[in-house]
């Protein structure tokens, strides 16, 4: 038997141990209030200090708890308030305690280490802490979308407006060319998947390509990344370690950043107490592209997409409007993005429990409905988190468990060959005839443009009858015992055991009739695809932890532990081309092809050990840990690479009125990437059959046997300050990280049959600033008011490669002519290059000049076009109490930063751009054009020319954008409205989330992004799905 499964065994037992009996003691009443007004202070925490009792406040404050018999003290906490120790002498039976504010958190406890914390007055790091009411302002698709300008130095972008969400977080910029770009996301102990599967849109689309089984599924898919299976009401705190001091105590996995997700438990109570939650809403897009307005037959016909020579009937239009007239423009953007039916969420918990036992369940059923037809996302979320106290509290078991099923019909978007992404299609097909109708068969009319037949498509047919589902089953268990083997005057032992594990099933269902009008473009009707992937994570740590208490004044907590980490990731898919009809197998069809692949098989150990140290009375706070780690990824398999750290912070306090207390702090930390899976291996690759056996040939990447991980050294150092009577709190931090050993690839002399190779090299540096200014600016007993505003910036920049690499194209972009990324010694890892017209001295010319002056161009050439980084981020936030009223608001402003505007160029193509017959002027062009056109030509056709003859300038726009992220105004109703329903709390909520976008960027989203979650090349705008807008109406009950 394994020492992992030795361990289960061991803390089963201890789960299954009886419970002793509580000693005698007696009963004390009491209320929790504010400070100022007296205003109740519902779900504070109140325990006995050295003792077993614990109990919570109600909605009106008051609680009840059993203690031991004598004088004891009790401690009471509540989340925005300062804790508080209050004494109960024997004969005292009730109290009131007022709890003064916290606006600050200051009082909040941090991550320090595996299984230590400090109080965030004493952090020694910039940290980002949200809280379950801030994720919850509004409804939103995902968890991402719920932390949207929430979190300083983190950009969360979503990268479409398709339902189910599709998100990534990025902090502190980018740290990798090739390897993983995501944090690493830990809940509850149990380090989750936030992988990605397409279920095969390719297939219909074509992006990519959709011929070969390598073919099947791309990053160009619309994917969802697995967050969106977590379910918002249930999170507690969401807690982001961005500093490599913070960070290092994960070792390899850690570059990117931590997200710690910490999941609401049970609490203590006289009686078990329910919540229920329903919501119901809609939603719109909150912005769509227009469409330019036909008035005759002979603007259509002179289209190059909508004359005679590209359409199968010439005469259509002559039929249609024999007068020449066009009386009605369509725009099938609003036709087919019209879906308007509600959408609604219902959530119930369930929590109690005694000091030694506590409970929580919780039940979500969430129906997002898409804006566009038959598009929509459902999940359904289970939630159970038991904590339980054995041996008079020397013992204690936490355990959870959670199982999700999320369904989501997407519909079709982004990039397409095959024109059946709708944007896609509609840039081409001018809005003269009704798509959305049928004959008398009950067929849609034919989509007649951009050369008819099934080198088109009509969308609105495809989103009736295509089925593109993806269904997820998840389920993720955590378990915890602690043994608490020695409690004295200035020592505790303990010896932690945490462990867990993630299991993910996606089914991904896509089926297109043989009826479709694009079908048969391959020469095959009717296809469809299975897609089957499998993911399971586990991973378990053993930690001891002794905290040393010589003085009042000193405390030291020591250490030392080990984790046991693995990772597997299996994806297969099975497509066949050319069905029967009526029938929807794989196996009826007359092309098969089958993709068997494993992403990911990882297994790697670490030892770590830490110290943190509190003196001065706690005004001075260090912390210093390393991390050995070893990991199946790199070349050597046995070979141990360490990560250190250390931070240190010291407390100013009780300054004066004007400036209360300073705390300085920095930080130093060394933080790892590991290899991907495969980069180790000289791998060989399937080449033809030969007597009915596969044969092995060399694959076009060679592996590298010594791989590493890539390295992150990061400088950290900030100051916290507090004016104005503990009135307004500034935070600001300045980084610098240099990420060595690259993971790259370079390219070989392809006549060796190798094309690429694995190697490490090369250096990225990574500099910023982020501050913060928080004003509690109005305390009364009817008012209250905290506002918040942040601000982040950096910069990114490759140093140097390897000695023999050139410069290449970063990978995973469409190249020169759109717009990609450049891997550059000396550039910044954010410029985008492509094609731009020179002078004779290499200086850039006027937008435009192709097409105004081409004989004052010397050379065409691939250089900086842009730069999508910002110029700086800045988020804003505020919460206003008026008596029962509550109003919250989450706003973000991006300034600067550019983004490829490819969708515009599609619609410029197709000559159906809404303002493609607006006048060449300054207005309509912006900054940096030539003017002087020649006679004909309108803004759009301006455009498209001089894209096409080889500026790519024409369509990278200003991503500038102010956006109301969320916001909400809820009413706590009165007693008298609770005595009638016997409800302990009544709230109505009014919510939004993106309710206002303000932007001159001429596509849908600046935020959107063809690719995904990818390290580079994020600025790709590709005819996405549309973002949109929610409103709901929500009513919380309590008992």
Known sequence: ??????????????????????????????????????????????????????????????????????????????????????????????????????????????????????????????????????LNTAPAQTVEQAMQGKALGAVISMNSGAPGGGAQVQIRGITSILGNGQPLFVMDGVII???????????????????????????????????????????????????????????????????????????????????LTSRVGRSAAYRLLGTRQFTTVAQVAALPYGNGATSPDPNLLSELYPSGQIPFTHDYEKELYDNDAPSYEVTGS?????????????????????????????????????????LNGKVKVTSGLNITRNSLNRGLSNNDNTNTSPIYGFAYTPGVINLDSVDATGTYVRNPFNGGGNGVS???????????????????????????????????????????????????????????????????????VRTEGNIFNYNLQLAGTWAYQP??????????????????????????????????????????????????????????????????????ALTGGIRADRSSANGDRHKYYVFPRASASYRFPDLGELVNEVKLRGGWGRTGNRPRYGDRDVLLAVGTTIGGTATPVQAGTLGDSLIKPETL??????????????????????????????????????????????????????????????????????????????????????????????????????????GRNFISPGGETTWIWGNVPLDANRNPLPIGVLVT?????????????????????MQFSGSLRWKRLTLATTVSWQQGGQVSDMTRDLWDEGGTSRDYDDPVTRETMGDGWALNVPSGYTAGSFRYDSWSNGDVRAYVEDATNVR?????????????????????????????????????????????????????NRFIDLAPFPGNRQFYLSVDVGW
Not at 355 to 360: I, K, L, P
Not at 564 to 577: A, G, I
Request: net charge neutral.
């Open 713 to 818: 050294t990061e400088i950290e150092a900030g100051a916290d300050v507090t004016f104005l009577k503990r009135r307004l709190q500034f935070e600001g931090t300045w980084y610098s990280r240099r990420i060595t050993d690259l993971l790259l690839q370079p390219a070989t002399i392809p006549s060796g049959g190798i094309t690429n190779r694995n190697i490490n090299g090369g250096e990225l540096s990574n500099k910023g600033v982020e501050a913060g200014l928080t004003a509690a600016a109005v305390q009364t007993r009817d008012v209250d008011l905290t506002l918040r505003a942040t601000f982040a910036k950096n910069k990114q920049e490759i140093k140097n490669l390897p000695a023999g690499v050139p410069r290449f194209p970063a990978p995973g972009s469409f190249g020169a002519s759109f």
């Open 1 to 134: 038997m394994s020492k992992h499964a030795m361990l289960a065994l061991a803390v089963l037992a201890l789960g299954l141990a009886p419970v002793p009996a509580p000693a005698q003691g007696r009963e004390v009443t009491g209320r929790v209030t504010r400070l100022l007004g007296e205003v109740p202070v519902g779900l504070a925490t109140i325990t006995e200090v050295g003792g077993q009792g614990v109990a919570q406040s109600a909605a009106d404050g008051t609680f009840r708890i059993t203690v031991a018999q004598g004088d004891v003290r009790l401690l009471v906490r509540a989340i925005g308030y300062q804790k508080k120790e209050v004494p109960v002498n024997a004969g005292e039976s009730n109290v009131v305690v007022k709890l003064a504010e916290d606006p600050f958190r200051l009082e909040a406890v941090v991550v320090t280490g595996q299984t230590t914390t400090l109080e965030r007055r004493n952090a020694t790091t910039a940290n980002v802490s949200i809280r379950s009411n801030e």
């Open 853 to 873: 002056d081409p004989s004052a161009v010397a050379f065409i050439r691939d250089t900086v076009a842009g730069n999508y980084n910002p110029d700086f981020v």
């Open 964 to 1016: 109301v992220r969320d916001i909400s105004l809820s009413y706590q109703a009165p007693d008298s409205w609770l005595q009638s329903l016997g409800a302990r709390s009544l709230r109505f909520t009014a919510q939004a989330r993106n309710p206002f976008v303000f932007t001159h960027y001429w596509s849908f989203d600046p935020e959107f992004n063809n690719f995904g979650a990818t390290n580079l």
């Open 193 to 275: 998947s936030n992988d990605a599967i397409s279920d095969g849109a390719n297939s219909i689309t074509g992006a990519g390509t959709r011929t070969t089984s390598a073919g099947i599924g791309g990053t160009q898919d619309a994917l969802v990344n697995r967050l969106a299976d977590l379910n918002q009401e249930e999170i507690e705190s969401i807690e982001f370690l961005k500093s490599a001091a913070a960070t290092a105590m994960y070792g390899s996995r850690a570059t990117n950043g931590v997200v710690v997700i910490r999941t609401k438990r049970g609490t203590p109570s006289a009686t078990p107490q329910f919540n």
């Open 458 to 528: 009509n969308p609105f047919e495809t989103f009736r009858y295509l089925r593109l589902n993806e269904l997820t089953f998840r389920q993720i268990g955590n378990l915890n015992a602690s043994w608490s083997a020695l409690s004295a005057a200035q020592h505790q032992v303990s010896v932690t055991a945490t462990g867990g594990f993630d299991r993910v099933q996606i089914s991904g269902d896509l089926f297109s009739p043989p009826f479709l009008e694009y079908e048969g473009s391959d020469g095959f009707f009717g296809r469809t």
């Open 551 to 620: 003085t009042n004044a000193v405390s030291l907590t020591t250490t030392a532990g080990y984790s046991w980490e693995t990772q597997y990731n299996r994806v297969v898919r099975t497509r066949s081309r050319g069905l029967l009809a009526g029938v929807e197998t794989t196996n009826s069809g007359t092309v098969l092809q089958v993709s068997d692949s494993v992403y990911a098989d990882f297994r790697d150990m670490a030892f770590f050990a830490s110290e943190q140290v509190l003196a001065l009375n706690e005004r001075l």
């Open 350 to 390: 369930f929590n109690g429990g005694t000091a030694a036992t506590q409970y929580y369940v919780n039940l979500t059923a969430r129906d997002e409905t898409g804006i566009a037809r038959n598009t929509g996302a459902r999940l359904y979320a289970l939630r159970t988190n038991v904590d339980q106290a054995f």
